[in-house]
């Protein structure tokens, strides 16, 4: 299970892309799509190379203010996790 | 005006195929769909479908491959991002091929198995092209692509479906979908051999969900039931004209690969007008909503859940494409299905009708 020591990054048949149409991001892979939130694709944006998960968080944190790193560290390991059980992000060796 | 807006391209480039599968989902009258749009047709009906929302572009057919400017249709999809998923009985491919796809900018491949030896698939497809397909899987994973391999199920496949899965997992697939026939057109014509018995869905639907849950993360297990055996309809399409859209190697635009089979429509053409005219023309608006539905859909509480179940089933079984669908328990016309299901616990016949009109004993 993921968690703030893991290393991370999206996995190969996801693929970030903006829905110009519906004005919204989404995460395609094959023959699903997910519409992310703004936060969300924060975290997936950083996902392009393995990253520590406190790297991602320290990111969030530096964009959104250190009152928020509670709530931002318990999203961030939430998204990974789900994402991960879809098999849309991958733990790779630290 | 409707405010729906497609998310997928199903791109059927030919009916053509190496295989003769006895469940194919190609018009039983293949003969009349012969010609095939040209490749500036196809690169113009990816671009106005990425317009229109589409950000899904499913490459099918027939045998995809066969269309020898697959690579040129590739390139157009990339250009507008499109997520490009090849859907391929894997035969005619090539690692060279594959590898100048991939460049070209494919996403993703999906290989069909008939079944896990050699001579279980050339019963189902009339001949045997089971070691190429596994080395086209291997090319598919050496090469860095995400694989997802697919069996139709069908009684005389259904309980090795572990097996499936286990192959699935030694080629390294990251989605294995274990789909049930769909009993229309050539499927439709060999139901009394294909419909397995409940106890065959339950054993194997008992193993499926077990691997599901072991491989969570790493592969994604999907079983899908036969809605002859699932008491509600399946939501066919995720709803008429909702997310779907669907052109045929002819350039018929359609919401779903048979509803040409369906009589009385005029379905648009993609080389007469825009994909954008098409996905507005009145034969999409015909079973949009819920204003179409007879009892005892219309007041269902399901209605916005399963759509109304499959037109095309409801035709084909019984006549009426505005029926409620007879798969499910609700329909008036639900004695057709459960009298399907009597006969497959009972001896099935000896022989398939082949795709292609070819017989065999």
């Known amino acids: 299970m993921i968690d703030v020591a893991s290393v991370v990054r999206l996995a190969p ?3 970030l892309r903006f829905d110009r149409i519906r004005q919204q991001h989404m995460l395609l892979y094959p023959e699903k799509g997910l519409v992310l939130s703004a936060t969300a694709v924060d975290v997936v944006t950083l996902l392009d190379e393995s990253r520590a998960v406190a790297a991602i968080v320290e990111a969030l944190v530096a964009k959104y203010g250190e009152g928020q790193r509670a709530a931002i560290a318990r999203d961030v390991l939430e998204l990974l996790r789900d994402l991960a059980e879809r098999g849309l992000v991958t733990e790779v060796a630290p | 005006m409707t405010a729906e807006r497609p ?5 059927e480039l030919t009916y053509r195929c190496p295989l003769q599968c006895v469940y194919c989902s190609n ?3 293949l003969e009349r769909h012969r010609h095939e749009l040209d490749t500036a047709a196809w ?4 671009e106005e479908a990425e317009a229109l929302g589409v950000v899904q572009l499913n490459l ?3 045998e995809p491959l066969l269309r020898e400017d697959l690579e040129s249709i590739v390139e157009a999809a990339q250009r507008r991002e499109l997520y490009t998923n090849l859907i391929t009985s894997a035969v005619p491919l090539t690692r060279e091929r594959l590898a100048a796809l991939q460049q070209a900018g494919l996403a993703a491949v999906q290989i069909s198995l008939q079944d896990s030896t050699p001579a279980g698939s050339q019963a189902v497809a009339g001949v045997d092209r089971f070691d190429a397909k596994l080395a086209a899987a291997e090319w598919v994973m050496s090469l860095g692509l995400p694989l997802t391999i697919n069996v139709v199920l069908h009684r005389d496949n259904l309980d090795r479906v572990g097996e499936f899965i286990a192959l699935a997992e030694r080629l390294g697939a990251q989605r294995v979908e274990l789909a049930n026939t769909q009993y229309l057109g050539w499927a439709l014509a060999n ?3 294909l419909l397995p018995s409940r106890g065959q869905i339950e054993r194997a639907r008992a193993i499926a969900d077990e691997a599901r849950v072991r491989l969570r993360g790493k592969m994604e297990v999907l079983f899908v039931l036969p809605d002859y055996y699932a008491d509600r309809p399946r939501a066919c399409m995720d709803g008429w004209g909702r997310r779907f859209i669907v052109v045929a190697p002819d350039g018929l635009v359609l919401p779903c690969h048979a509803a040409h089979t369906l009589p009385g429509f005029d379905f648009p053409r993609a080389i007469d007008g825009s994909l954008d005219r098409a996905w507005n023309h009145a034969a999409f608006e015909r079973f949009r909503g819920d204003a179409w ?3 005892p859909c219309r007041s269902c509480d ?7 179940g499959c037109r095309c089933q409801a035709f084909h079984l019984t006549g009426d494409a505005t029926a409620t669908d007879p798969a499910c328990a609700l329909s008036p016309r639900h004695d057709i299905v459960e009298c399907a299901r009597g006969e497959a616990e009972r001896e099935p016949p000896q022989s398939y009708r082949y795709r292609a009109l070819r017989v065999v004993r």
């Open chain 1, 13 to 15: 048949k996801a693929r």
């Open chain 2, 7 to 11: 998310y997928t391209l199903v791109a």
């Open chain 2, 27 to 29: 018009p039983v009258d």
């Open chain 2, 43 to 46: 690169v113009r009906i990816v």
């Open chain 2, 60 to 62: 099918t057919g027939g």
């Open chain 2, 191 to 193: 139901r009394a051999k």
């Open chain 2, 293 to 295: 539905m007879p009892e």
């Open chain 2, 302 to 308: 399901k209605r916005h859940v399963d759509f109304g």
